[in-house]
Structure formats: C-alpha cells, structure tokens
C-alpha cells in the first residue's frame, strides 16, 4: 500500500516536472537588425541565456556566434552587416567618431532615426529574412518575438506575420519615447532626454532646454520617423498583406520590454508592469585574466588605472598632441595603466603603461587593484564600472554618453573631462583627485550597494518576464489602456474642454446679464 503511494507520487512528480519541461522550451524568433556592436553585448547574452534554459532561438544577426557552439537549440540566419559609419561621416561632415563630440542632440538623433531606417531596408532586402517573411505555414511556428528596440520597429512586423506576442530589448536604457510607445505620459519637468548632460534635478534653464529636444523629437518621429518606417513596411509588405500594418500598431502590441538600466543609474520616471529594467544583465561572475594581465595587475601597488573608449570610440585615433599627454601624464604615474589602444604599436611607451586592442573589460574592473576607469560613459562599461565600485573619468563623445557621465559626477563617483579639454593639467589634476580623494571610492562602493540590491538578478529577470509573456500568451493584462487613446484624450484635453464649457457657460451668462442691466440705465437716463 505504502510502496505504491511512493510509486504514485513518484510517478506525479515526474509528469509535474516533465510537463514544466515541455511549458517552459518556447520557440524564439529573434530578428536584430541593429548592427551595432556594443548594442550585442545585451542581446547575446540574453540569447545565449535562452538557449542555455532550454528555448529554442533564430537567431537573425550581422555577427555569428556560430563559433560558441551553442548547441542545437540555436539556430542562426546571418544576415551580411549593414555599414552605417559612411552614412553618418557624410551627412554629419565628419570623418571620424571623435570629431562627432560638437554635434548636437537633435543632429544626433536625426542621425539614429536615418541610421534605423536604412539598416531596417537593408535587412528586409536580405534573402534570409525575405525567406522567414515568404515562409508558408507561418502559423505556430513560433511563440515569440524577440527584437531590439533601436530605431529598427519595423522588424516587429515579423510578429504579425506569424501572430505572436512581442518582448523587446532596449539596450540604451530608458528613452523618452519609449514612455510615450507604452502609453506613459514623462513629464520634461524632471524627466530629462537621455542624450542631454542633465540629471533629474533640472534648473528653468535645463528644463527649457529639455523640453525643447523632447518636443523636436516628439516632431521628428511623428512627422518624419515613423512615416518613412510605415514607407519601409509597405514598400517590403504591400503585395504579402492587404492591410499592412503602421509602426504604431505593432509598438502596441509589443507586450513587455527590457530596460538596459537600474538604480541608481537613473532617476524615478513615470513606468509600468511591463517597462522592465534589467540593466548589468551581462555582468558575469569574473573569469581569471589572462595571465600576463593578472601579473601586471597584481604588481600595481600603488594601484592600477584601466583606460578604454568603448568599441566604437578609437583612441589610436587620437591627434599626436593628445597621445603625448596620454603618455606624458601616464608615465609620471606611480600607478600602472592598462590602455586598450586600438594599434599593435605606440611608441616611448612607459614601462608602467601597457596597451593592448582589446582587453576583457568587467573582469579587469574586477580586479581589486584598479582604481580608476577612463570611459566614454556607454552604458554598459558604466554599469560594469558601478557593478565593481570603480571610480570614473569620463570623456563623453556622443549620445547618451554625455548624460551617463553627468549623471555619474552628480552621484559622486565620477568626473568629467571633455574631449577638447584634455591637457596635462586637466588629465593629471583629475586623475590625482580621483585616486587620492577617498571620497569617489566611497561613493563608488555605495553606488554598487544599490546597484547589486535586488529583489531578483538582472538576467532571471529578463527570462522570467521573457517566460512570463509566453506563458500567458502576450500577457495583454500588462499593456496600457493609453494606448488606444487619442493623443487629446490621454492629455484629457476632452475633459478640459467640458471642463472650461462649464465655467464658462456661467461666466458668459454673468457677463451678459451685466452688460445688459448696465446699458439698460443709461437708455433710462435718456428717457428722463
Ligand atoms: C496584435 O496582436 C494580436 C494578438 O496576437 C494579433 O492578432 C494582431 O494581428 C496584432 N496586431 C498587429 C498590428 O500586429
Ligand atoms: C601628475 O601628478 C602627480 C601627483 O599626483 C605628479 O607626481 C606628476 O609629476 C604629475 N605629472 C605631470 C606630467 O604633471
């Protein structure tokens, strides 16, 4: 009797446990049609994740990972790699990433939005992606859309075509328009747009300045932007789909999105259930250095400075006048320098410098003796500085870069140095302030305390949320009324106007029961 209770219950657990199995290997179709390369850092390591959990992922990419050996749940549609860079250089007159420092923020983004346009064209031309979109028997192919949410929303069309719920990555964070897509009104009052140097904390001058970009932006995508992806989408889908949808309507659908950010990188905003932030996702416990590294690291004992612009950002690019100050300030150092230098050869270089063009970056910020980072203030390499408690110098060149570097001085574990200002002076002067004044190490270390506290770690939350959305088919329960509103509705201009009729209808009414009686007195007056 006993034995075949056991038996029984054995037998329970195992169909329970078999069944979550068969629930929770969903089938992902991935299009990523950004080619960015620090964009991957995220989106690989969530894909990576997915298939290491047991989903099985189409991967569509401009960079293999082929060589991972992923196993058979990765499938792979290589797309050739969209080369934004001479688009940009020509339209911005410039010829390499550096000089980009003085555009403006509205340059920049009307720089995006074409970038966006042109690489969503150029994937949808690829035979590999006309294949999935000429596909017969689309249906219950799949299960879900997976896709980045940089400019490219016209690979959400993907899910129409195979009717599945969407989940979306933002790898630059939170965006003004991002709140506006999930129906959420951000006020420009303390929301700031994230390519200004500007915290939540905004003077009247900053928030003129600030709603100023937001609005432009606001105009550009409505005017501009959206129209010429809708364009994209009818010059690639009008002979598939009698109705072919806007971008408008797809952003709609998309169910939930993964945030590139967390406290206390950035401030309190206006948000929702399915605005999920997941920043630092790709921070993995470290891996040991290459052995020549952790030796050089090791005998840094005066402490150690890791210097990288990121992988757009080129520092061999560098006039020779600034390379000499980088080595002049770096070889009067009692520190030792890491400097990933995107040449094989520099020469007079210091015997307390080392350079190499490429250096694994979150396991070098781990390393106890590294005391400060010089970055461009992307994202992720603030994120992996915040993660490891290392105190910054920025040098922002563009984007959002200026705002996370700003961000990070107003907290207190940062400085900046613009590009133009590099001398010996101002390098040396922030460098030694930075390594003797305690006070950015002590900030640093409280910034990766709020950092790391979490109620869940940044990629079980993206799966579980990725998991969730697939589990209870597109969760529509997450997704914001607002969303078919109109734009007066949700701004409640309708009320307003009703509103103001009934103040006013009493007013009115007062005011010709004033003129009336006062224009009947002097006809009395006449009459006398
Ligand atoms: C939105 O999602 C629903 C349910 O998955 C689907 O039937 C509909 O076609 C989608 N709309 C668009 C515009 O993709
Ligand atoms: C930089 O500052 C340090 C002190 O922090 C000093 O020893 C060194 O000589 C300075 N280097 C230059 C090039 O001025």
Known sequence: MQQSMVIRWCLLFLVAFQSMEVNQAARILAPFFFPGKSHLIMTNAIVRELVKRGHEVTFITA???????????????????????PRIKEKSKKTTVLEMADLSSLTFIALCQDMGLHSTDFAFQQPEVQALIQAKNKLGKYDLLLAEEFYNEGALILGHLYQIPIVTISTFGYTNYLSNMFGFVAPWSFVTHMYLPYTDRLSFSERIHNTYLCTMEVFLRRFYYLPAQDAILRKHFSHLLDEVPTVKQLNNNVSAILINNFMPLDAPRPTSFNMIPVGGLHIVPPKPLPKHLQDFLDGATHGAIYFSLGSQVRSAEFPPEKIQILLEVFGSLKQRVLWKFEADKLDHLPDNVMIQNWLPQADILAHPNVKVFIAHGGQFGIQEAVYYGVPLLGIPIYADQHGNIHKSVAKGYALGLSYDAISTDTLNGSLSELLYNPKYQTNAKRASRIYRDRPLGAMDTA??????????????????????????????LDVLAVALVIILIPLLGLYFLCTKSSRRTPTKVKRN
């Open 63 to 85: 960079f293999s990972l082929a060589k991972e050996n992923l196993g058979p749940n990765y499938k792979e549609v290589l797309i050739p790699q969209y080369d934004f860079w």
């Open 463 to 492: 799966m579980y949320w990725i998991d969730y959305v697939i589990e209870h088919r597109g969760a529509p329960h997450i997704i914001s009324a607002s969303l078919s509103l109109s734009w007066y509705q949700l701004y409640l």
